[in-house]
């Protein structure tokens, strides 16, 4: 198992919202029970360092525990999740550079409202 900061400092970040680049989820992770295991919030998050470039979809993580800030079933947890990390390997910064910038990383918030056109 990949070892992330996540378990050594109990950070929840990448899951309190869950944030990822819009567009690029094409279906919400199942349960095995057949249940998303994400809702979709009317927010977008824009990285202030990247305004014209990012969008990032919101969701609510169900199987997030609030008080531990881990995930309920973390061994059987969905790829996704267990491939995101703060951390890049490839990174010439080290893992502690890295999760200092990605907990430090700063949004604008956007409310989305659908247009239902004119009534």
Do not use: H
Not at 41 to 56: A, C, G, H, M
């Amino acid at each position: 198992m990949k070892k992330w900061p996540c378990i050594e400092k109990g950070c929840s970040w990448c899951c309190d919202p869950v944030k990822i680049i819009k567009f690029t989820l094409k279906e919400i992770p199942k349960a095995q029970n057949g249940k998303d295991l994400r809702e979709l919030l009317k927010e977008e998050r824009i990285p202030k360092d990247k305004p014209d470039t990012v969008r990032l979809q919101i969701y609510k993580c169900l199987l997030l525990d609030k008080n531990t800030g881990l995930c309920k079933e973390y061994e059987n947890r969905p790829d996704i999740c267990k491939n995101s990390s703060c951390i890049n390997k490839d990174s010439n910064k080290t893992k502690e550079e890295q999760y200092k910038l990605t907990i430090e990383s700063e949004f604008y918030k956007n409310k989305i409202n659908k247009w239902k056109g004119c009534d």
